[in-house]
C-alpha cells in the first residue's frame, strides 16, 4: 500500500497495480495531487503548486503521454521587467540584464560557470562520495556566494535564483546540495535560467491533472481525508493506522517529504539515522500568488509578465496565463525570508502587498484584479512548506545514504528520494517508480535488478559505515 | 496543564502548583527527567545523560538547595591523555595542549578569543538583532573554523570542543548560534574549557533526582507512558489528547524540544513561522557510553580519567565515578557524525569498539569493565538526539523570535527556548520558570511584568516585521 495521494505516491501504486499487486492509496487531505494542486479563481484555472516541466525530464513527459495530458509552452514573449535599488528597467531576452554594476552580468555569469565546473565532481545521486564532499557539505551556498560575486547586483542576482530555485535563502542549503542537482540535471543552465528546460512547458488542465487521471485508473483504491497515524511492522507485514481506515499488507511506500515522514509513528521506532533524516531537510518557503484580469495587459505593453527584482513581497513573477482563455494571470512568488515574514500578516495586508509590487512592476492597471488567490505553502498542514524538503549543511554527509533506504517492509518515495531531478515533478514521478520496483522485488522475489530502477542509488557506493571514519579536521 | 515530565515541564508545574493553579504534568516515557537519566550500572549510579551543573548557573543551583539535592566537584586530578594522529601522550592541566604541530596551541586560543570577541556584539537572547547577525547566520562554525584554524591539529581541537559541547559537527551549527551561546554565558571559556564552570559539579544521587524530587512534590498529578498526540485549542481553554487521558484545561506549556513539538497536531494548525521552527532544530548526536571497573585503576597511573582525540568512537573521555563508591566509571562519547555512524552498528561492535578505544588511551585493563551501558540518544523515541536541539544556519534569523513565542494557549518550555544556557539543565529550569509565569499571568491576568520572567526575550526588540524587509544581497 501508499501513504500519500501526491504525484510519486499515485505513480507508485500504478506501477504495483499494473504488475498485478493489490493497491491501497491512504491520504491525508481531502484531494490527491500533493504539491500540485489547480484551483479556479476569477473563472480560469491556476496552479496553487508545481506545474512546469521539461524536455529532459524522461518520466514525466511519458507518464503525461500515457495519460493523454497535453502540454503547452510555457514562453510568452517580450521584455522583462529588472527592480533594482528602487529603480525599474526592461530587458529583452537577447540582452544583458540591466544591472546597475558594470561588473554584475560577468560575475553572475562566472558564478554558475564556477558552479558547473564544480558539479563535474559530483557523482550524480550519491554526492557524499564525491572527493570534496566534507569541503562543500561544510558550507551554505551564501559562503561560496560571498565568495564569488563582489557586487551588490550579482549577489542579489544568485539570491534571486536559488530563491526561485529552492524557495529558501542561500544560507538555509548546503553547496553540495546545489552542486548535487546542478550535477543531476547536465548543468546549472537546466535549473538556474530564466526560460530554462526545466520550465519548458506546462500542463493542459494544469498539473494536478495527471494526479486526477492516476487517481481515477486506480478505481476507488484512493482513500482522501485520513491521515496516516501509525505504521508498525509484523512479522509477515505491515499493519497502517489512518484516521478513517487500518490496512494490512506486505509492505508499504510512504510517499510524503520527509519531515512529515517523523511526524507518523513507527513500530518499531525509524533507526536514529533514519529520523535523524527527516530533521535535516527542512521544506523551502513559498507563498504562490495569483491576480487574474480580465486580459493578460502587460503584453500589450510589450512585457513578458517576467519581473525580477530585489525587493518584496514578490521578486519574481511570471505570466500564467492559460492558452484559449481570455483572463489574463500574473503570478507572484514570495519565497525564502519573506514568505516567513509575510505568512505573519493579515491576507488582506499581504494581497495588496502584492498587487502594489506587481503594479511597480507592469503599471497601475495590476492593483485591480477581478480575482486573487495565494496559496502559503508552508500553512498547508499536509505538506509544511515547499516546494521541497532543503538539504542542510552536513545532510547528505551523514544522512544522503537513507534517503532511499528501506527499513524492514516500509519503502520511501517522494521527489525529495529522487536521484535526479528532486524537487520536481520529474523526481516525484522516478521515485514512485523506484519505490514501486523495490516494493514488486520484495513482494515476488523476482529480483528486479538496480538498473532497472529509476534513479536508484547504489548504496555500496559509499555508504559510510562506522570502522572507516578518520580523523578529525 | 504541562506536556512533558522533563526538568523544564517540572518545574514549569512546579511553580504554576506553588502559584496556585491546578497542574498536571502528561509525560510520553516510563519515567520522569527527560534527558536527565540515573541508570545503576554494575552496581553504581551512572548519568545516561545531562548530569553537571557550574557556579554561574543560578536557577538549577536554587532549585538544587530548595530539593536538598546535593553536589560534589567534578574535578578528577591527575593527567589528560591526548590522541592525536595514531600517537599518545599525556598532558598536566597547567601545560599545554602536547599538538604535534607547534602552532595549533595557539591558533586554538586565538581562534576561542576570536568567537569572544564577536560575542561581545551579540545581545543575549535576541540574536537575531546583532547588527552582523545575516552574516554570522550565514555561515556554518565549519567556515568559520576553516578561516582561523590553519593546522590540523588546531582544526581536530576546535571539533572536538564543538562535539563536546552541542552533540553536532561543526559544518551542523550557524556561527551566529555557537556566538549566542558565548555571549549567554560570559564567554567561551565557561563554555568550551575542559574544567569549565559549566561542568564545575555533579549531583549526588544523579542528576535525575532533580525531576524526581520536583514529581514526588507534585503528588500524583504526573502521567506517565502516555504520549500526547493532538492539542485543541477551544474558546475558553485548551484540550490536550494523550494515549492515557484526555485533559481540559485553561492553558498548556508544551516542554518538549522543538522537533518533537513539531510531530505533536494542533487544532488549528501551528502558525508556519511555529512549524518552521520545529523544522529547523536537529537535535545533536550522541552515544553516551560508560564502563565499570572495580576501581578506578586509571588514577593510580596519575590520570584523570580525561582524554581528547581525534578518532572514534569516543573522541572525548571523563572519569564519571561516584564519590564513596569503590567502583570506577569511565564515560565515553560517541558525537555527532561519530554517533551516526556507530548507531547503525550492533551493540556488541559498538561496545567492542569503545572499550578499545579506552584501552588505547588507559591501557588493557579498560578492556575488561565489569559492567558496561550505553544510551544512544537519537534512538529514544521521546527525544531523537541530544544534548539538545542545534540551530542551522538561518535559524535565528528567520525563526529565533518564535521559540519563545506562545501560539494562543499553548506556551513553549525546554532548554531550547532558554535565552541563557540552552542545551544545558540551567536553561531547561529557567525556561520552566518563564513559561510558567507567562500562562500564570494569562491565567489570573495578574500581569506579571516581563522583567520577573528569567530569560523572557523582548520581542519589541527586532521582531522582524514584512514591511521591513529589506533588499537582496
Request: glycine share 14%.
Amino acid at each position: 500500500m501508499v501513504v500519500g495521494a501526491g504525484l510519486a505516491g499515485l505513480v507508485a501504486a500504478r506501477e504495483l497495480g499494473a504488475a498485478g499487486a493489490e493497491v491501497i492509496v491512504v491520504e491525508a487531505q481531502d484531494r490527491v495531487g500533493g504539491r500540485t494542486w489547480t484551483r479556479r479563481v476569477g473563472g480560469v484555472p491556476v496552479e496553487m503548486g508545481g506545474q512546469w516541466i521539461g524536455p529532459a525530464q524522461p518520466y514525466v513527459n511519458a507518464l503525461a503521454r500515457e495519460l493523454g495530458v497535453e502540454t503547452f509552452p510555457t514562453e510568452v514573449p517580450g521584455r522583462t521587467v529588472f527592480y533594482e535599488g528602487g529603480s525599474r528597467s526592461e530587458y529583452e531576452e537577447d540582452e544583458a540584464v540591466p544591472f546597475r554594476e558594470p561588473d554584475a552580468a560577468s560575475e553572475v555569469r562566472e558564478a554558475f560557470e564556477a558552479l558547473d565546473g564544480l558539479a563535474k565532481e559530483v557523482p550524480a545521486g550519491a554526492p557524499w562520495t564525491a572527493g570534496r564532499a566534507a569541503e562543500w557539505d561544510g558550507q551554505t551556498l551564501e559562503t561560496w556566494k560571498l565568495r564569488h560575486a563582489r557586487s551588490r547586483g550579482a549577489r542579489f542576482y544568485i539570491d534571486l535564483a536559488v530563491q526561485s530555485l529552492y524557495a529558501c535563502e542561500p544560507r538555509d542549503i548546503s553547496l553540495l546540495g546545489v552542486l548535487s542537482d546542478v550535477a543531476a540535471s547536465g548543468g546549472s543552465g537546466g535549473l538556474f535560467e530564466i526560460e530554462a528546460s526545466a520550465e519548458e512547458s506546462r500542463f493542459v488542465g494544469g498539473a494536478q491533472e495527471l494526479s486526477v487521471r492516476v487517481a481515477e485508473g486506480l478505481e476507488g483504491r484512493v482513500v482522501l481525508s485520513s491521515p496516516v497515524r501509525r505504521i508498525s511492522q509484523e512479522h509477515d507485514g505491515v499493519l497502517v493506522e489512518s484516521d478513517a481506515v487500518s490496512i494490512r499488507a506486505g509492505a508499504v511506500v510512504v510517499a510524503v517529504p520527509p519531515v512529515l515522514r517523523g511526524r507518523i509513528e513507527y513500530e518499531p521506532a525509524l533507526p536514529a539515522a533514519q529520523d535523524g533524516l527527516s530533521q535535516r531537510m527542512p521544506m523551502g518557503a513559498v507563498i504562490k500568488c495569483h491576480a487574474v484580469y480580465d486580459v493578460p495587459f502587460w503584453r500589450g505593453m510589450g512585457l513578458s509578465g517576467r519581473a525580477e527584482g530585489d525587493t518584496g513581497p514578490c521578486r519574481v513573477t511570471c505570466d500564467n496565463t492559460t492558452p484559449g482563455e481570455d483572463a489574463g494571470v500574473l503570478t507572484g512568488f514570495i519565497l525564502g525570508a519573506d514568505a516567513r515574514l509575510w505568512g505573519q500578516e493579515s491576507a488582506d495586508e499581504r494581497e495588496a502587498a502584492v498587487l502594489e509590487c506587481f503594479a511597480r512592476y507592469f503599471g497601475e492597471e495590476a492593483l485591480h484584479p477581478r480575482g486573487y488567490a495565494e496559496c502559503d505553502w508552508g500553512a498547508e498542514v499536509h505538506a509544511r512548506g515547499g516546494y521541497a524538503g532543503v538539504p542542510v549543511p552536513g545532510f547528505f554527509l551523514d544522512h544522503g545514504f537513507a534517503l532511499q533506504e528501506p527499513v524492514g517492509r516500509v519503502h520511501w518515495a517522494g521527489t525529495e528520494t529522487a536521484s535526479e531531478w528532486n524537487g520536481y515533478m520529474e523526481g516525484a514521478v522516478g521515485s514512485g517508480l523506484r519505490a514501486a520496483r523495490e516494493v514488486l522485488s520484495v513482494l515476488t522475489g523476482a529480483g528486479f535488478g538496480q538498473g532497472d530502477l529509476p534513479g536508484k542509488v547504489d548504496r555500496s557506493r559509499g555508504r559510510p559505515r562506522a570502522g572507516a571514519t578518520g580523523t578529525g579536521g
